[in-house]
């Protein structure tokens, strides 16, 4: 157990360390974050501060010698560089959860077997390869690079066959999986926290709507048709937690279909589709992240309240503030971002 008053290292400082940061310190804990980027929201709430990228391993030494567990909050670091840290101490989740989740091809695989239903795909490594996953496939269809791919980016829609080389060259001609377009009713998330001892808590799950590929809200309870395909799609969520001897929070993003829940993507981390938890369930998804990777009992899941949304501002959205904040039912968070930028997660408000 990493009792309150310890330190817990955090790769990563955007505004889920931020979160983090502030859950690890609502609890006693020291936080210390270490990210390349010049302006951290995790930062501004954290103890220490190292700027450095995840690959240099001397800062990752004296990064380790300073904390007595660590943790990420962003998928897209090596995994030699978490490797590194574990053969130092502990890292939790560990280096498993994060190369299956760092790469489509095989979290796909990952998840069919274990019984899991992912959209038909096919893996893209040439040009030449396109054609022939779309001949197998059909469109519309969606073509993701392996890695690196988040909030849609490096993602291409592919309507006809024509549109081959065009998707090719907008994700970057690289390694990459083909998806079938899936025509789903609604898209959920399953949420859990586990343990290293195997005690899990899963949340309750929370419906939501994506525009561009990115998350714009969302919504608890889930409407019917997505509560009854949360039980195979919880089962699923724990089957992958417990292979991957995952310790954190874990996310599982689903479409619910006629054909029932097919499974998209998972995050071995906190996620935006759990920012609701924090007003709206006793132990938030940040609460329950640090609890468990410092050993510590986890937090309720249960409700606080019946209904409950979540909005993301994204861009221009942030300069609502006053007007979301006059509201009593709203809270409002923001990351303490300078530059707005269309799209750019600044903060959510989520309303009780
Ligand atoms: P991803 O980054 O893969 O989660 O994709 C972002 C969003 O794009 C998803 O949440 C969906 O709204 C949409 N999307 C991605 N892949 C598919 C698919 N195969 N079928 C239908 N919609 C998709």
């Known amino acids: 157990m990493i009792a309150p008053g310890s330190t817990i290292g955090i790769l ?52 380790a010698a300073s904390v007595d567990v660590v943790t990420f909050e962003f998928e897209n670091i090596a995994t030699t560089a978490i490797d590194f840290l574990a053969a130092r101490g502990l890292v939790h989740p560990g280096s498993a959860s994060l190369a299956v989740a760092q790469d489509r091809l095989a979290e796909k695989a990952f998840v069919e077997r274990l019984g899991g239903t992912p959209a ?18 059909g469109t519309p269809a969606v073509l993701k690079t392996r890695r690196m791919g988040y909030d849609g980016k490096g993602q291409a ?5 024509g549109d081959a080389d065009a998707a090719w060259s907008t994700i970057g001609a690289q390694p990459a999986v083909l998806e079938a377009w899936v025509p789903f009713d609604h898209e959920f998330s399953v949420l ?9 808590a899963v949340y309750p799950v929370a419906c939501n709507v994506h525009d561009g590929g990115i ?22 969520a724990l089957q992958v937690a417990e292979a991957l001897g995952h310790v954190g929070v ?36 940040f609460e329950n992240h640090i ?3 410092c050993g510590l009992p986890l937090g309720s899941t249960a409700l606080t309240a019946a209904d409950v949304v979540m909005r993301n501002l994204l861009g221009d959205d942030v300069h609502d503030w006053a007007h979301l904040l006059a509201d009593p039912r709203a809270h409002l968070h923001l990351y303490g971002k300078s530059e707005v930028k269309p799209g750019r997660k600044m903060g959510h408000v989520t309303w009780l």
């Open 291 to 293: 609890r468990a990777v």
């Open 192 to 200: 859990l926290a586990r343990r290293a001892n195997g005690e899990t």
């Open 120 to 137: 038909p795909y096919r893996g893209v490594e040439t040009r030449a390869e396109l054609d022939g996953a779309i001949a197998a496939l």
């Open 250 to 285: 874990l996310c599982l993003e689903f479409f619910a279909t006629a054909d029932g829940p097919v499974f998209n993507e998972m995050a071995p981390r906190v996620h935006n589709s759990g920012h609701w938890t924090i007003e709206g369930c006793r132990a938030s998804q």
């Open 12 to 63: 990563g400082g955007g505004q889920l360390g931020r979160m983090l940061a502030l859950a690890a310190a609502s609890m006693g804990y020291r936080v210390h974050v270490l990210a390349p980027e010049a302006e951290l929201p995790a930062g501004d709430v954290a103890a220490v501060v190292t700027r450095a990228e995840y690959t240099d391993f001397a800062a990752l030494e004296v990064f």
């Open 157 to 161: 829609r592919i309507m006809t066959p």
């Open 215 to 236: 998350l714009a809200t969302s919504t608890v309870p889930a409407p019917a048709a997505v509560m009854a395909q949360v039980p195979a799609a919880a089962a699923l």
